[in-house]
């Protein structure tokens, strides 16, 4: 009995100890890590393979590669109280100098998930594509889509340096105005169509008309010369 008792204790000791330190840490190329000693980190660490015997030592990794991810809003308005639909694509990676990770741990941890980052840039970016779209008027907006992008992505960037994060780029995927705008361009180009059709027919006429003159000029003055 009291072998197996002994037997017992050393497993739940050694199964304690296994899980207050860590042994064969593997960093990628694309991570970085910290070092916590007591939930207090002590290092930030780049790729390698790490190990710890020290009691309550832990070690947490995180992605720094790009991330990709599209943000959407089916309705905002212009400057001249149009509704557009307009869809992004956004290009982001955490920062990975020393201050940077720790600012992401010990601040904003939860955004260690990639889901979850993409979650708060994605409501940030909402924000800065209203403000953003509220610049231009809608013709302005279709016309100039890089500057739209650029005034996104900067915006965005104030806001995400907070949270350690990186906008590498924004790209306007679409602009899509409202279907009663739409059905307004429609009415403009059929009767744009419509004036040119009836322009052309009126220049027909006056041809056709100058070709008459012209051939009862020479008609008299054939019969003149004989």
């Known amino acids: 009995m009291n072998k197996k008792f002994f037997v017992l204790s050393v497993l739940v000791v050694l199964s304690m100890f296994l899980q207050a330190c860590y042994i064969g840490q593997d960093v990628q190329t694309n991570q970085v ?65 020393e201050e940077s ?64 994060v990186e906008i590498i780029n924004v790209t306007i995927e679409n602009v899509s105005p409202s279907p009663d705008y739409m059905a307004i361009l429609a009415d403009k180009a059929n009767i744009t169509a419509e004036t040119e059709k009836e322009l052309e027919r009126q220049k027909l006429i006056e041809q056709q008309a100058s070709n008459d003159i012209l051939q009862k000029k020479k008609t008299a003055q054939v019969k003149l010369e004989q």
């Open 101 to 164: 990770v720790k600012n992401i741990f010990e601040n904003w941890a939860s955004t260690v998930d990639d889901n979850k980052l993409v979650e708060v840039i994605s409501a940030t970016a909402r924000e800065g594509l209203k403000n953003g779209v509220r610049n231009y008027n809608l013709s302005e907006l279709l016309n100039d889509r890089n500057g739209l992008g650029n005034s996104i992505g900067e915006q965005l960037s104030l806001d995400a340096s907070k949270y350690s």
């Open 33 to 97: 890590a910290v070092e916590l000693e007591k939930n207090r980190i002590v290092r930030v660490v780049n790729a390698g393979v790490y190990t710890s015997w020290g009691f309550y030592n832990e070690m947490k990794v995180m992605n720094v590669d790009t991330l990709t991810f599209g943000v959407e809003d089916p309705e905002v308005l212009t400057r001249d109280n149009q509704a557009v639909g307009v869809k992004i694509t956004i290009q982001a990676r955490r920062k990975s100098d």
